[in-house]
């Protein structure tokens, strides 16, 4: 990384020049302070090297939570031209659609404060997680086909949600051009016992409290309010996910030796977008999204049925209302404003969440308004923030804000670092309850590993590209 050469261009945003086999420059939003976290991190190459592929379009992007990925950094977001653009499994991540989905309740801090603890087991002893953990939903090959053409609809009309539920998911949870067949028999496997599973990793269910509202319209659009309790779930597509990324991995290397195409790091194998095999891939990755947001479905169906037994309230006591659905892996086909005309582009986002003001289309009417939800968790027991996005993310970053706080440790630095602490008494004296399958996941998932949540959100906040409306304090978090 030492030949990458930063320039300033404001306090939040950094310009890599373009230079050699760049086809377009880079921008990596970043404060100073976030800045300083880049040097010892590869991810800034990766900007640099992303911005080689072929049709890409305006630059190669990063937002302050970037980190090293496999090929693309995770926080790195590219827009492809449809002729002469690539798709790449790499700029989409292995598990695809992993994403957030913030439910809110009708219950206030006072009503559970002393039943956290209760509420934690209850969930932990029912929502499935861990590395290879399964369902209660054991799908044949005609309901899985059905899955992954349908995604959160399927969970739907199969009882586990409701239309409203839809509504308020990007995409209505449903990924258009998904194809069962371009996915593979071992894909297909892997998916079968995994539906309705939390998974391992960072990935986790936290019960949270609306601590501070910044923007009041914005929250009473989305319904928050300050005491309120809400639940975040981030998951993905799990083994199934990971499958169709390793699969098409494997072809777009063929595919790039049979087109000629040329990459500075191999982790970057791709396709064009014009191509049979690009094709193929974005309907297999479709396939993968929708058992995602059906995935996700369950898992919020799951919460609530034991939160209505664990707290004996009717589901209008309750009052579970999702009030968003976030992708943060995916590419799709969207339309934006190059050099004043109207493009269709093919906008990968890795680790990166999609941010539409005001007033588009693809904006859930309720919240049309006001701009969409853009749900922003933290590590391990800070919470999370809501943002909404702003106009300027449609002229600067294709629609597209930060995803999380970002990592500052590998998994094995975090390992070692945490050697001879107890991560789950640590979060416990900071009132917050924590329960894992795995000491080993709590190690690598330890605060220390994440930049700080609230620098990255301020970046977001201060450049323009999404707003912030609301914070999230955790109180119990539960992971695989």
Known sequence: MSEIKFERIDANRLLLPQSGGMRVPGIIYANDKLAELLQGDESARQVANVAHLPGIVSYSLAMPDVHWGYGFPIGGVAAFDLEEGIISPGGVGYDINCGCRLIATKLNFGDIKSKIADLTTALYQHIPSGVGSTGAVKLSGKDQKKVLEEGALWAVKNGFGSDEDLETTEDGGAMLGADPEKVSARALERGKQQLGTLGSGNHFLEIEVVQEIFDENAAVAFGLQKGQIVIMIHTGSRGLGYQICDDYLALMVKHMQETGIVVPDRQLACAYLSSQRGKDYLAAMACGANYAWANRQLLMHRTREVLEKRLRLSPRELGMRLVYDVCHNIAKIETFSVQGKAQKLCVHRKGATR???????AVPARYRS???????PGDMGTGSYVLVGEPKAMTETFGSACH?????????????QSRGRSITHEMADKGVVVMASSKGTLSEEMPEAY????DVVQVMHEAGIARKV??????????G
């Open 451 to 454: 930049k700080n949540l609230h």
């Open 370 to 376: 006001v701009g969409q939800p853009v749900l922003i």
């Open 355 to 361: 941010a539409f003001p005001a007033g588009h289309e």
């Open 404 to 416: 999380g706080a970002g990592r500052v440790m590998s998994r094995s630095q975090a390992t070692r």
């Open 470 to 479: 609301a914070r999230l304090k955790a109180l119990a978090c539960i992971k």
